[in-house]
């Protein structure tokens, strides 16, 4: 079992850690995870403080990411981490038909996964997902904007990573769950902030995936979604 302390924050910024910073809330932090929607700065804050590696997805409100993006932050939809072994990959923006900076279609969305394809088969799967916004049926929302995405589920099937965490559900909307679980995965909605122990089972493969095998097999996943 490998064991990592993550800081997850998402969609708020904490007005205690940003106005109140106490360095002893967050020792033996191995890894800061933002979900999205928060200030570049604050994200900078973090990483300089808490003096761990931080890995970001954009959310739907972060088009000044693409002026000035978070600095010393690795953004996880270039590519994939590994930080003590875990692999982290990660899928940005929110379900939306406008063409505005992340915000996509569930087409837009399944270009993106098969764009990664050749990572994930390079790395033998992945241990973490983390987006913005969750998936499909998954503590998402009612509305069309705040519905989740099919292919986070069809990720979930094939690949069944220890975590899926996400952010954009605020507590306070309609259908946000703090927790859940789908399969193999534990869901964590990552709103606001909060400090996880991930536990990563010993044993998972990390043999190199043949990309035709495994796009083939990610393609029938996705098709049997209903």
Request: include cysteine.
């Amino acid at each position: 079992m490998t064991r990592l302390r993550a800081l997850v924050v998402s969609d708020q910024e904490s007005k205690f850690i940003w106005d109140y910073f106490d360095r002893s809330r967050f020792e033996g932090i191995d890894v800061i995870i933002s979900c999205g929607d928060l200030k570049a700065s604050y994200l900078a804050f973090l990483t300089t403080m808490v003096a761990a590696p931080l890995l970001y997805v954009p959310g739907n409100h972060d088009a000044h990411y693409l002026r000035t993006p978070p600095e010393g932050c690795d953004d996880l939809t270039g590519r994939m981490a590994v930080i003590k072994g875990v692999r982290f990959i990660g899928f940005g923006g929110a379900h939306s038909a406008s063409p505005k900076p992340f915000h996509y279609t569930e087409k837009d969305l399944t270009r993106q996964i098969v764009r990664r394809m050749p990572e994930i088969c390079l790395h033998g799967g992945f241990d973490v997902l983390v987006t913005h916004a969750p998936a499909l049926g998954m503590g998402d929302g009612d509305d069309s904007f705040h519905r989740g995405f099919r292919g986070y589920l069809a990720l979930m099937d094939q690949f069944q990573p220890a975590y899926h965490i996400h952010g954009h559900q605020h507590m306070n909307y309609p259908g946000a769950k703090a927790q859940m679980t789908y399969r193999e995965t534990s869901i964590i909605n990552g709103f606001g902030y909060q400090v996880i122990d991930l536990a990563i089972p010993a044993g998972r493969s990390r043999k190199r995936l043949s990309y035709i095998k495994t796009r083939y097999e990610w393609g029938r996943a996705y098709a049997s979604i209903i």
